[in-house]
């Protein structure tokens, strides 16, 4: 099956601690990208990558840090300079000269303890 | 600039009656127009798209008209559905700019269609 994995579905942060949300796709796809959701707000692109070893900051990279050494993967990690982290965050990806039409996985919701 | 405005909030319809859902944006240089579905805890799932070259499209039971003067798309689900209940997104992007790639979206409408 073709598809867009992230993992866990669920992550708890101490305060103070860094965490990583995993994402990998198997589509073949070159760029991928992360989003942040909160109610009410839609959602906010975090970082996205349209080839391996380079990605560009979105409209909310502070707090947030991501690497994209091979193709099928783009984790984030949430840093505890992010002093709002609890949300659901969601990984896309979409194929070059196609990047308008963007696949999303299952999403991780993360929490504060 | 690059915001995308969505109405309404929250919209309740009967079983077989007609969704509209309303999004504005400013960003004229916007020249793709994406519309996603998304069911509570999951990702959203792309329903269908227009360019600006054409005033309507439609898949099935789903119509996004588009008026280019006035800077607004909508979404028309006709025969809503129990199952159509969801949150709707509208986004946007400009597909041949530098920023390529960075959609930018509606804040959403949670649809419930009543049995």
């Known amino acids: 099956d073709g598809g867009i994995t992230q993992s866990p579905k669920y992550l708890f942060r101490k305060e103070g601690q860094n965490v990583t949300l995993s994402c990998e796709q198997n589509?073949?796809?070159?760029?991928m990208y992360w989003y942040r959701q909160d109610p009410g707000q839609g959602l906010r692109l975090i970082y996205y990558?349209?080839?391996?070893?380079?990605?560009q900051k979105g409209d909310i990279a502070e707090g947030y840090s991501v690497s994209r050494e091979k193709k099928e993967s783009f984790p984030l990690t949430v840093t505890s300079a992010q002093k709002n982290p609890t949300a659901f965050y969601l990984c896309?990806?979409?194929?070059?000269?196609?990047?308008?039409?963007?696949?999303f996985g299952p999403g991780t919701r993360l929490l504060v303890l | 600039q690059q915001q995308v405005k969505q109405s309404p909030q929250s919209l309740i319809v009967q079983k077989g009656g007609i969704s509209i859902i309303n999004c504005a944006y400013e960003?004229?240089?916007?020249?793709?127009f994406p519309w996603y579905q998304q069911f509570p805890g999951k990702g959203p799932a792309l329903l269908i798209a227009?360019?600006?070259?054409?005033s309507e499209k439609k898949e099935g039971r789903f119509t996004i008209s588009f008026n280019k003067s006035a800077k607004q798309f909508s979404l028309h689900i006709m025969d809503s559905q129990p199952g159509d209940s969801a949150t709707y997104f509208c986004?946007?992007?400009?597909?041949?700019?530098?920023?390529?790639?960075?959609?930018?979206f509606g804040q959403g409408t949670i649809l419930t269609v009543h049995p």
């Open positions: 896309a990806s979409s194929m070059s000269g196609r990047l308008e039409t963007q696949y």
């Open positions: 589509l073949n796809h070159d760029a």
């Open positions: 990558s349209q080839i391996v070893n380079d990605f």
């Open positions: 227009i360019r600006p070259d054409v």
């Open positions: 986004a946007a992007i400009n597909a041949g700019g530098t920023s390529y790639g960075k959609l930018t």
């Open positions: 960003n004229t240089a916007f020249d793709y």
